[in-house]
Structure formats: structure tokens, C-alpha cells
């Protein structure tokens, strides 16, 4: 096949948000586009629609009218699909429904030449069953953008069974020209983004079912590890009719594997009608637009300057800023701390007692094999900025003075303390565990590369860090341990390791 799409004529087809957007896009770049809706007036709607945005931003000084009149002028409504005859690309951007984008392709194949190129939008419908029964099945491809589209740079190009390498290649190559990030992707359900996303949501789901602390809780620890909104707040922007949807989605698509398991707690606030913002209540209350009841109110007494002796515990660069952040509390009173590299866990002890840093263990559970009780355990910081919330518990024999100090303690080294309860694996530690698991999991199965699953993330949700940045900032011998942890705490099929990670894991002792 042959494919020249550099400046050719484009069909979208469908005039939503999605396919206006797009049709845009593709306008900006130069290309000829022809937008096309079933329903009668939509496309010269949307176009207007367009006009009207891109006029706001010409009052804004951010476009000139001469380029937005030469954008519009490239963007034609056509009132049939036969019109679309001639185009070197479709972008399919309708409902999603698999009959539906079958009965389209399947009539655009009737219309278009042979070497015409056919993309779907989809973000959740396989490629290649979307491709079943077509004559040139190798010529349809994945091209899922993300919404706003003109400003969303992240753009999947996805593959099924059938899909032509080249064609592939070539929406590659087109969606870099029309200033997106494409990242190659295989046709599994989620893809990628929608796929490794699920353990944000899913974990904190997992703690507020357990009652392990409260929504403005968990979302602070997230934002504080630089997430831009916590689960919770998400959940209710995106709209928790259409979280769940999508959760169920991917949990049937990969066989009901319980990795995937939607959320009872999920379940019940759709069935209630909490949905979010767009109902007024979700985790959160909104009056203006605004959450209600999400503030955070935690009293921390200071640290007591009758510690007569602290020692900082481990290596890397957790335990170098907490020995640099005590020696600065400690400087007051004449003295620092000392420190014991290879005492095999990161954290602080204070006349005997201990604040550690998670492995997976709870707090109670370390006290056990430990053979005491002044334990307590705080969450993962991925950030040491001053005032970063970290999350920390203590183990059910903790004394009242160790459950008070402990905090305190972690507020003079500079965080937020957030008390939760005593539960593995605590807020970050286990949410970035889980989703640098998932992405090791679509690396094992082909999905992706280990930087198409970084840049997909970030451009695509806008997290801080891709799941492999993220454990390069950890270490593979550490997050094996804290998912096998979690295994078996809960003995399910849900906290299973991947094996890409097990093998690492191994090659890495080994080396």
C-alpha cells in the first residue's frame, strides 16, 4: 500500500466534541477537511461553534484572524458520506458502539478507494474487532485523541491483529506533523492510558471501602506525591457514572480478571445518583462549582527537645533528607542526629521508638516481627518539598506518646503529617506500586514500550511522572516487595506481581 497523507484531503466524520476537535487539528494543519454528521445541520453547527472559540482566542492575541479565516475556509460540511469520496484519511469519531463504527467502516469501504486509510477514535472498542468483516482490515488503525483535542498533545495510535505496519507508521508520522505525541499502542482493552489509569482510581476506592481514611485525606497524599487532583476529585470531575463505566468496560474486556474489579463503593453512589460535580455530590458537596467538604484540619504538638538520642536509618535519597531535615530540627539544642546506613529500613528512631518507612507492612505487623510496639509508618514521599502531606499510621500496641510524637516528628523534618488508618502499603506507596505493576504488565504483553507508557501518562493525564520514571525513582527490588506484600495480605488474584517485574527483580540481585 501506498500511502501519502501529508496534505491530503481528511474525512471526519462525526461532529461532536471529539470529531470538531479533530477536524480542527487536522484544518491547522493545512489539510483539506471534510466533516460529516448523520444528523441534519450538526456539522455546519460545529463549524460555528469552532468559529466562535477560535474568535476568542483571536480577541486574546493567541491566533490571528487571518489564520483562523484560512483554518475555517479548510473545513467543508458535507451532507453525505459520499462526499468523502477522494480523501486519503477517515477519522471515525462517533458513538461507541461497535456495530455502529462496523456498519461505517463497512460503508466508507464501499466509497473510498483501496489505498484510503480508515481510523477510529475509539478509546475502549478493540481495532481488531472493529476491523472483523472489512475487505482491507490492514488498513484500519487506531488514532485516539484525547479531549480538549486542540490542546491534549497525546495521541495513541493503536493497532489491531490486522493492521498494516505501515499504516500504522503513517498516522505516526501524521499526528506528529499536526503537532501531537503519538505512542505506538496494541489493540488490548484500555490501550494504554485508560489501561494503567485504573490503580489510581482503584486503590483509593479499595481504602475508603476499608475506611481508611477519608476522601480530602487520600486526595492530599496523591497531590502531595504531585498528582495535579487526588482520585477523589477526579472521580467526581470525570463523572463516576463514567468512571464506573469505563472500570466495567476493561474489567469484562480482560475476562473479569480481578485486577480490574470495579468498586461496590462506586457501584452504590451511581446507583444513588452521586455522580460528581455535574450532580452536585459526589465524594465531595459542590456549590459553585466548588467542593464543599474537602478541607483538611490535623493538629501536630512539636517534637519534644528531650530526645536524648535520634539515628537515621538507611540509604538513598529518602533517608539523606531526613537526615539533613533532623539535623536542622536538632540544630537548636547543639546536636544532630547519627546515622546507620546498612540497618536494612529507611527512617527515624527516637529513643528506641521508630518511624519507618513503608515496605508494605503494616505498622501492626511490623511491631509483631519486630517484638515491639512504638512503630509507626509513613507513606512514600516522592516529593520532600516543605509541607508535602504524607500519610503515616501506628501499630495497635503503639503507646499514646509514640502515636503523638510520631507525627510530630514528621512534621519537624518538614511534611504534613495525615493520620489513616493502619492498612499495607499505606496511600502513595501502594497507588504508584500498583501503577508501575500495570505498566510493566502492557510492557510484558506488547502493549507499549516502557517510554510510550511514560509519555502516554503524562501527556495523557497529566501525571507527574510516567510508571518507569517512577520506578527509577524507587527501585524494582523494593516495589516487588511491597506488591508481593500486598498479595498476601489480601489473597487475591488483584495484587499478583508481573512478571516483567519478578524477572528484574531477580536479574537485579543477581547482577
Known amino acids: 500500500m501506498t500511502i501519502k497523507l501529508s496534505g491530503a484531503p481528511v ?4 461532529a461532536g466534541i471529539m470529531g470538531a ?3 480542527q487539528v487536522a484544518a491547522q494543519a493545512g489539510h483539506a477537511v471534510r466533516l460529516f454528521d448523520t444528523r441534519e445541520g450538526a456539522a455546519a453547527a460545529a463549524k460555528a461553534r469552532m468559529a466562535g472559540a477560535l474568535d476568542a482566542l483571536v480577541a486574546k492575541g493567541r491566533m490571528s484572524a487571518d489564520a483562523v479565516q484560512a483554518l475555517l475556509a479548510r473545513i467543508t460540511p458535507i451532507a453525505t458520506l459520499q462526499e468523502a469520496a477522494g480523501v486519503a484519511l477517515v477519522v471515525e469519531a462517533i458513538v461507541e458502539n461497535l456495530d455502529a463504527k462496523r456498519a461505517l ?12 486509510v480508515l481510523a477510529t477514535n475509539t478509546s475502549s472498542i478493540s481495532v481488531t474487532a472493529i476491523a472483523g468483516g472489512l475487505q482491507h482490515p490492514g488498513r484500519l488503525v487506531g488514532m485516539h485523541f484525547f479531549n ?3 490542546l491534549m498533545k ?3 495510535v493503536v493497532s489491531g491483529l490486522q493492521t498494516e505496519p505501515a499504516v500504522a507508521e503513517a498516522l505516526f508520522e501524521l499526528s506528529a506533523a499536526w503537532g501531537k505525541t503519538p505512542v505506538h ?8 492510558v485508560n489501561r494503567i489509569a485504573r490503580p489510581y482510581y482503584a486503590e483509593t476506592l479499595a481504602l475508603l471501602l476499608e475506611q481508611a481514611a477519608t476522601p480530602a485525606v487520600l486526595d492530599a497524599c496523591l497531590r502531595g506525591a504531585g498528582f495535579r487532583m487526588g482520585p477523589c476529585e477526579l472521580m467526581d470531575l470525570i463523572g463516576h457514572d463514567t468512571n464506573f463505566a469505563v472500570t466495567n468496560s476493561v474489567y469484562a474486556a480482560n475476562f473479569f480478571d480481578k485486577r480490574y474489579m470495579p468498586s461496590l463503593l462506586q457501584a452504590e453512589m451511581v446507583a444513588g445518583g452521586l455522580l460528581g460535580r455535574k450532580s452536585g455530590r459526589g ?9 464543599e467538604n474537602a478541607g483538611l484540619s490535623v493538629a501536630v504538638t512539636e517534637a519534644p527537645a528531650t530526645a536524648r538520642e535520634v539515628t537515621v536509618h538507611g540509604e538513598g535519597p529518602i533517608a539523606d533528607h531526613l537526615e539533613q531535615a533532623a539535623t536542622a530540627a536538632l540544630a537548636p539544642q547543639g546536636w544532630g542526629p547519627a546515622r546507620l546506613r546498612n540497618s536494612g529500613w529507611t527512617g527515624l528512631e527516637v529513643d528506641g521508638a521508630r518511624l519507618m518507612l513503608t515496605d508494605g507492612r503494616t505498622a501492626t505487623e511490623l511491631a509483631a516481627d519486630l517484638q515491639r510496639s512504638d512503630i509507626a509508618v509513613f507513606d512514600r514521599p516522592f516529593s520532600t518539598a516543605p509541607g508535602t502531606a504524607v500519610a503515616v499510621a501506628v501499630a495497635e500496641s503503639c503507646p499514646a506518646a509514640w502515636r503523638t510524637q510520631a507525627h510530630a516528628w514528621l512534621a519537624a523534618l518538614g511534611f504534613a503529617p495525615l493520620p489513616m488508618a493502619d492498612t499495607p502499603g499505606l496511600v502513595v506507596a501502594r497507588t504508584v506500586g500498583m501503577l508501575i505493576n500495570e505498566g510493566a504488565d502492557a510492557v510484558l504483553q506488547g502493549v507499549c514500550t516502557p517510554e510510550g507508557a511514560d509519555a502516554a501518562m503524562k501527556l495523557g493525564l497529566n501525571y507527574p511522572a510516567g510508571p518507569f520514571e517512577f520506578l527509577a525513582r524507587w527501585s524494582v527490588a523494593e516495589v516487588t516487595a511491597l506488591i508481593d506484600t500486598l498479595d498476601t495480605h489480601y489473597r487475591g488474584e488483584r495484587y499478583r506481581l508481573s512478571p516483567w517485574l519478578r524477572r528484574r527483580a531477580l536479574t537485579t540481585k543477581n547482577a
Do not use: H, M
Request: glycine residues 12%; aromatic residues 12%.
Open 11 to 14: 474525512c471526519v466524520v462525526g
Open 21 to 23: 476537535g479533530i477536524a
Open 105 to 116: 467502516f463497512a460503508q466508507l469501504e464501499g466509497l473510498c478507494d483501496a489505498s484510503t
Open 148 to 150: 480538549p483535542v486542540p
Open 154 to 156: 497525546l495521541v495513541e
Open 185 to 192: 499502542a496494541k489493540s488490548t482493552p484500555g490501550f494504554i
Open 283 to 291: 465524594f465531595y458537596s459542590y456549590r459553585d462549582g466548588k467542593p
